[in-house]
C-alpha cells in the first residue's frame, strides 16, 4: 500500500510553492517518513523555519508551525525549545537562510548543543529572490549576481556544523530519497543538536544558468558525486576530488543545553 | 504588616518588576547600561523555575523572547542603543503576528555607538516608528525606580492584553539610579494573562477578530490547539494571503486594537502636577521630569502658575489631553534629551493654540531646572 503522506499535510495547503523539478518536495516527504517513523505528536512539535523557498515547508505540514523572519529560524526555535522542552522541534530552511544571514544563529545553536534536528536544504542559490549566489554556490558558477562567475569561496555546511558543536552532522542528496528519512529520523532519535544537510537542486534559477540541460542532469550530479563515507574511506585524496561525503559525518553524546540549564534551576533553587 | 523595601537600581527594579508580572523567560545580549536587567534575570528566573538565556547576538534575543512566547509563556529582552537598532526587524515580527513581549529600552546617546554610559531620550519616535511598515506601538516611560518596577508590570499587562511587544523606555539616569523601592505584596499590582481560546481546536484560528479592533485569544505551542505562524500578511487563519481585503482589514485592526477611544483610555496613563490653573506647561517625561518637577515648584514660588504633564504611556501619546491643555495654556516647554522628537508630536496637537519651546541637551548631560526655568521665562 501507498504511504500515506496525507495524515502529516494541512488540508487545502497543497499544491507547493516549489517549482517542477525542485528537489524540495522530495526532503519534504522524506521529513514526513522520518517524524512518522519517530512518532512525533502533531501538538508536540514544532518546525521552525526562515526566509526562502525551503522555509515554505512548515506552512504545508499539520503541526505547530512558526515561518520567521530571514536567517532567524534557529533562534526563534532556541527560544520554543528552551521554553518548552518537551516539545520536539525542528528547523528547515536553505543555505542562503541558514548559513548567510542566518550563520551566527546557526553556529551558536550547534555550540550549545541544543535538541532540535536542522534540516538544511542546501540547492546552492537564493531561489526565491532569482537566484543570486550563496555562501553554498560553487565558485566559478553563474549566479545572477555572478554574470561573470562567482569568485567566492563556499561553504562546507557539514563541516562548519560539526566545528561548531553540532552533536549529530549527516548529509545526502535529494536523490538519494530512501536516506534522507533515515537520517533525519536517526537526527530526530539524536539528543542534542542535529543537524542534517541536503543537498538538492533549484532547476529554474540554478541549473538553466549553469548548463545543465534538464532536472534528469541535476539529479546525476546528485547522484554521481555523492560518496558514501564508508566508501570514501577506501578513497584517495585524487578520487574524492569534487566529490561530497554523504552518510552520518558526525556523532557524539555530549550534554544537550536544556538538560544544562535544568541543573542550573536546580543549582538556584539549590 | 511593614512592606519589604530595599534601596534598588532601576535595572534592578526592573528585573524583579518582570518576575512580579510572571515573567518566565528571558533572552539578552550584553549592551551599557541596559546589562544589570539581564544580570538580574539570570540570577531570578532560574530561583522560580524560569529560564535565561545569553544569546549570540540582539537579533537572536529578540527572536528567541517571540519563540518562547508562542509557547505561552511571558518574555522579556533588554536593550539600549545600537541593540534597539538591531532587534527592529523582530519588533515588527512580533507585531504582525500578534506575539505578547516586553523590550526594554535603556536609553542613552546616539547614533550608533554614541555615548554609551550616558543617558539620552533619542529612541522615543524609534520606540514608535522603528521598525518598518504600518503598525501601532505601545510605549511607558518610568521616571522612578519605583515606577519602573510598576511599569514593567504594566508593560506585561499591555503585551498580554492587547498581543503585542510592548516596550519600556527609561534612560540611563533612572537606570542606574539607586532608590527606596517599596515591593508590593503579590496581588496588589493587577497582572493580566493572555486571553485563552475558548473554542474547539478544530475550530481555532489564531487571528480571528470578532470586530475591527479585536484582540483574538492566541493559544499556546504544546497546547492541543495546533496553528501557524508567519510574518507575511496572513488571513484570519494565520496563513499568509495577498487577497486585499483582508490584508487590509488585518493591517488596519492591529492599529486600531490600540488605538480606538477604549483602547487609548486603557493605555493611556499620565501624570498631571498643579496643571488646573496653569498658564505655562512643562511637558515631560522620564528622568528629564524630575528636573521639571523642580522647576514646577521654583516657579511657582516666584508667582508663576506653572504645571507639569509627564506622559507615563509615550505612545500612543495623550493626544485628548494635550490638545485639552494646549488650549488652556499660553506655553508649552517641552525638555528631552535629544534635539527635539517629542516636541514635533505636540506640535502637531497644540498646532497655534499655544506657544511651544524646547529645551534639548545631547552631551550626555540630565537638563537640569535651571535651564527649564530659563526657557518658561522666555516664552512667556
Not at chain 1, 508551525?65 to 521554553?83: D, E, S, Y
Not at chain 2, 526592573?14 to 538580574?40: H, K, N, Q, R
Not at chain 2, 545600537?82 to 512580533?94: C, D, F, H, N, R
Not at chain 2, 487563519?237 to 490584508?247: E, M, Q, R
Request: net charge negative; with cysteine.
Amino acid at each position: 500500500m501507498a504511504y500515506d503522506y496525507e495524515k502529516s499535510i494541512r488540508p487545502g495547503k497543497l499544491p507547493h510553492i516549489w517549482c517542477p523539478g525542485c528537489g524540495h518536495g522530495i526532503v519534504m516527504k522524506g521529513l514526513i517518513r522520518a517524524m512518522d517513523t519517530c512518532g512525533l505528536e502533531k501538538n508536540n512539535t514544532a518546525i521552525v523555519s526562515g526566509i526562502g523557498c525551503a522555509s515554505r515547508l512548515p506552512g504545508y505540514m499539520d503541526f505547530c508551525t512558526l515561518h520567521t523572519a530571514h536567517g532567524r529560524a534557529a533562534a526563534f526555535a532556541t527560544g520554543v525549545k528552551m521554553a518548552k522542552p518537551e516539545m520536539n522541534v525542528i528547523v528547515c530552511g536553505g543555505d542562503g537562510d541558514g548559513t548567510a544571514i542566518g550563520g551566527n544563529h546557526f553556529i551558536h545553536a550547534c555550540r550549545r548543543n541544543i535538541d532540535m534536528t536542522y534540516v538544511l536544504l542546501n540547492n546552492h542559490i537564493y531561489g526565491m529572490t532569482g537566484g543570486q549566489f550563496s555562501p553554498c554556490t560553487p565558485t566559478g558558477a553563474k549566479a545572477s549576481t555572478t554574470p561573470y562567475g562567482n569568485p567566492d569561496p563556499i561553504f562546507d555546511i557539514s563541516k562548519l556544523a560539526i566545528g561548531a558543536g553540532a552533536t549529530f552532522v549527516a548529509r545526502t542528496t535529494a536523490f538519494h530519497a530512501t536516506q534522507i528519512d533515515k537520517l533525519i529520523a536517526e537526527g530526530i532519535k539524536h539528543k542534542g543538536m542535529s543537524v542534517i544537510e541536503v543537498v538538492d537542486d533549484c532547476p529554474t534559477t540554478y541549473g538553466r544558468r549553469n548548463k545543465f540541460r534538464s532536472v534528469v542532469d541535476m539529479m546525476k550530479v546528485l547522484k554521481d558525486t555523492a560518496v558514501p563515507v564508508a566508501a570514501a574511506s577506501k578513497m584517495t585524496a585524487e578520487q574524492l576530488e569534487g566529490k561530497i561525503l554523504t552518510g552520518v559525518l558526525y556523532q557524539e553524546d555530549k550534554p544537550e543545553y536544556c538538560a544544562q540549564y535544568k541543573q542550573v534551576i536546580a543549582r538556584a533553587q539549590g | 504588616m511593614a512592606k519589604k523595601v530595599a534601596l534598588l537600581q532601576g535595572n534592578t527594579a526592573c528585573a524583579l518588576g518582570a518576575v512580579y508580572a510572571g515573567c518566565t523567560f528571558f533572552g539578552g545580549y550584553p549592551i551599557t547600561p541596559s546589562t544589570e536587567v539581564a544580570e538580574v534575570m539570570s540570577e531570578e528566573l532560574p530561583k522560580v523555575g524560569g529560564k535565561f538565556i545569553q544569546m549570540e547576538d540582539e537579533i537572536a534575543a529578540m527572536a528567541s523572547v517571540i519563540g518562547a512566547s508562542l509557547t505561552g509563556a511571558k518574555t522579556l529582552t533588554a536593550t539600549s542603543g545600537p541593540g534597539v537598532s538591531l532587534k527592529q526587524e523582530l519588533i515588527g515580527y512580533a507585531c504582525i503576528a500578534e506575539t505578547p513581549c516586553v523590550i526594554i529600552n535603556v536609553m542613552r546617546g546616539g547614533p550608533s555607538t554614541g555615548m554609551p554610559t550616558g543617558p539620552g531620550q533619542s529612541d522615543v519616535m524609534q520606540a514608535r516608528w522603528g521598525t518598518h511598515g504600518d503598525h501601532a506601538a505601545i510605549a511607558v516611560a518610568p521616571a522612578s525606580c519605583q515606577e519602573i518596577f510598576s511599569e514593567t508590570v504594566r508593560a506585561f499587562n499591555l503585551a498580554e492584553k492587547y498581543r503585542m511587544p510592548v516596550q519600556v523606555l527609561y534612560d540611563e539616569i533612572v537606570g542606574h539610579m539607586r532608590e527606596r523601592i517599596e515591593f508590593p505584596e503579590p496581588g496588589e499590582l493587577e497582572v493580566i494573562d493572555r486571553a485563552a481560546p475558548t473554542c474547539s481546536p478544530e475550530d481555532y484560528k489564531p487571528y480571528d477578530a470578532k470586530s475591527d479592533t479585536d484582540v483574538p485569544p492566541l493559544a499556546a505551542f504544546g497546547s492541543e490547539y495546533r496553528f501557524h505562524v508567519t510574518g507575511l500578511n496572513k488571513a484570519a487563519d494565520g496563513f499568509p494571503t495577498t487577497k486585499a481585503s483582508l490584508v487590509d482589514f488585518e493591517e488596519r485592526r492591529q492599529i486600531a486594537k490600540v488605538e480606538c477611544p477604549e483602547a487609548r483610555a486603557d493605555i493611556e496613563s499620565n501624570e498631571e502636577y498643579l496643571c488646573d490653573d496653569a498658564d505655562v506647561i512643562i511637558l515631560a517625561y522620564g528622568s528629564t521630569s524630575r528636573s521639571a518637577r523642580y522647576a514646577v515648584n521654583e516657579l511657582r514660588a516666584e508667582g508663576i502658575k506653572a504645571g507639569l504633564f509627564r506622559p507615563i504611556t509615550l505612545w500612543p501619546f495623550p493626544e485628548k489631553r494635550v490638545a485639552e491643555l494646549g488650549k488652556q495654556v499660553k506655553a508649552i516647554v517641552l525638555p528631552e534629551m535629544n534635539l527635539g522628537q517629542m516636541i514635533f508630536e505636540v506640535e502637531r496637537i497644540v498646532k497655534n493654540d499655544c506657544k511651544l519651546a524646547g529645551v534639548h541637551r545631547v552631551d550626555g548631560e540630565p537638563i537640569n531646572p535651571g535651564q527649564i526655568i530659563d526657557q518658561v521665562k522666555e516664552v512667556i
